[in-house]
Every structure is written in C-alpha cells, then in structure tokens.
C-alpha cells in the first residue's frame, strides 16, 4: 500500500479517524509525511467536519491524565453514548501528572503540577507538536491559581494568562517574544479558580466575585473576560440567576465556539439548570430568555445528590446536556446524560482518583504550528 499514487493514499488516509494518525505515522515514512502535509491536513479536517454530524470528539482530563472521548448523541437520551478513544500521549513523558487543561482554537495548554517542579506544555495534537513554556512561578498542588491560553488578533498569536489568587500580578506569555511579563490591572473581584475557565472567540472567561470586604453582606458572583488583544479584562458580566453562594455549584462552557452556557443548582433545592447566551462579547452578555434545561436531581440521582466541580457541554440540537463529575460517593467518574424532557442516563467512565475531577472541554483538531 505504500506504493500508492500520493493522490489515491491521500484518499485512503483521509478516511482514518484523528484517534489513529499516530500509529499510521509510526507504521509508513511516507505516510507519516504525507500526513503531516498541510494540503492533506485541510482534507482530513473536512472529512472529519463531516463525521462530526454523526459524532464528534472532546477532551478530558480524568486521574491527571488526558483523553480524547467519542460522543454520540442520538435523538434519544438511552441510545446515546460516550466512549473513551484514546488516551493522548505526546507530552514526552507518559507519567506525567496533568493537573489543569485548557483548550482553545485546537491548542491545549497542559499544566503539571508536581512537589519538585512546575511545567507548562501547549500541545497541538493533531500534529503531535509541543512547545514548553517556562514557568514563573513553582506552584505546590495546593496554591489557588489559574492559568488560560488565547489569541491575540492584532499581532496572529497566541497568549497566555496567569492568575494566581495569593500573588497579586496577573502575568502574560506572549508566543512572538518567548516572555512574560506582569499586567498592569488591578481589578476589585478575584477569579474563582476552583472552577476552570474557558475560551472563547480567543479570550477567556470564568467565574468572578467581589473581593471580601467587612461591609459585603452577601456573595456576589459574575463572569469576567479577559481581551488578548487589548490585555484587560472586561467589566463584570451578569449572571441569569440570583442570590448564588460559595456552596453552590456552577460551570461555564462554549457552545458551538459562538455561545456561552452557564451550569447552576443550588446546594439547597438540587435543582440544576442550564442558562445560554444569546449575546456574548468582552464588555457585553445578554441572556436568552428561557432556560435550557432545568431538571431536579433528587428525582434523577438521588436526594442528596450535588455536582461539585463538574464540567460539561450541552447539544442544543438535540436538546441534550452532559455533565461529568464523580458518583454518588466519589469512587467513580461519571457521565449524566440528561435530556431537556427530563430522560436520564449514567455513563461509568472508571474508577475515579480522589484528589482529580474530571474535566471536559471542546476540541476542534488546529493546523496550527508551533515553533
């Protein structure tokens, strides 16, 4: 087969899924170079558009580790499924910890987190690139910080933002000049970095709240986003609900790359909803007036049943949202497929480390080249 006309073995090749480019390209040297031709990528990429009608890919982080789950979302909640593909290597070690991801544009910004050392890896793996960032700062796996990769669309590069709540600086990588260096904002909020971040349109958002003071009756929570192209954050963004506190659960996701959507339930009722925007910008968010999904999860899980740090993406096609977070007593990490009409299913996706949550987050496969 390796004697094949390249027009015919690119036909052939751009009909392997994106789980199996590397063990082709380990198979062939000249499949592996044709595979990594940026002609062949765009045909490879388009086939893949169009199997994402049928199913598509996200990545996970589950037990320090990252994954590239499939998806299957059928027009009914019980014929639905997720599935591990593959678990990504790419990193240069395997047994590497993996303590926070974050994607954008196809990019993965990998933060390890050990007791000897700090490192920061963006990872395309489509190609199988990686570039290490230098740290600075040494983090233990305690230390409440924050870390988020975006774009700049003035200069054509990507960035990268570092928050850390007990060091005051917000810092900025800048991929052209290989630096960072500190921002000069001083914002009244602090982020809430329990929860991840996520990107959107190249900028980032998470959840904020009002920096404790003695006056401050009550809590008061809000997005905020950060601009890669001007270097600011935006000022604070309305949520579709009220009267939040610390104890509640919440999470933010993309939608379509276009949209935000919120996760809420309240530690009291458990009774979870999801809220989607209809306007989204850095200065500006409007709220469609109905809620997505709105289900209580005493009827569907348990009476006592409460997302912690879960993460999740909704399919508003299908009029599903999956949620992924631990079981009932924290063993095992799951997947809860729930349907706006209140249809439930429970993926088990193994057994689960007690000190990782697991975390998804949206993949679009990048031609993006990192040097």
Known sequence: MSNLPRDLSEEV??????????????????????????????????????????????????????????????????SSCIKREAKLIGLGDDELDISQVFHCDGLLLCISITKDKTRLVVWNPYWGHTRPIEPTHQFNKLDSYSYALGYDKSSESHKILRGITCLK?????????DSWRVLDVTP?????????????????????????????????????????????FGPPLPLPFEFAVSEDAMSVSSVREEQLAVLYQPWDTLKMEIWVTSKIEPNAVSWNSKVFLSVSLKQLIGPQFHFYLGSFFIDEEKKVAVVFDKDYKDKRNMAYIIGVDGSFKEVDLGESDVRCYPLVCSYVPSLVKLN
């Open 188 to 232: 009244d909020w602090h982020l809430r970095t329990i929860h991840h971040g996520v990107s959107l349109k190249g900028n980032a958002y998470w959840f904020a709240e009002e920096k404790y003071s003695e006056t401050r009756e009550i809590d008061d929570f809000f997005l905020v986003c950060f601009d890669f192209t001007r270097e600011t």
């Open 13 to 78: 090749l751009c009909r392997i899924p994106l789980t199996s480019l590397r063990p082709v390209r380990s198979t062939c040297k000249k499949w592996s170079t044709l595979s990594k031709c940026g002609s062949f990528a765009k045909k490879h990429l388009a086939q893949a558009k169009v199997a994402e009608a049928k199913e598509f890919m996200v990545v996970m982080m589950m037990n320090f580790r990252v994954y590239l789950m499939r998806v299957n979302l059928q027009n009914t909640v019980e």
């Open 169 to 177: 600086p917000f810092k900025i990588y800048d991929f052209n000049s």
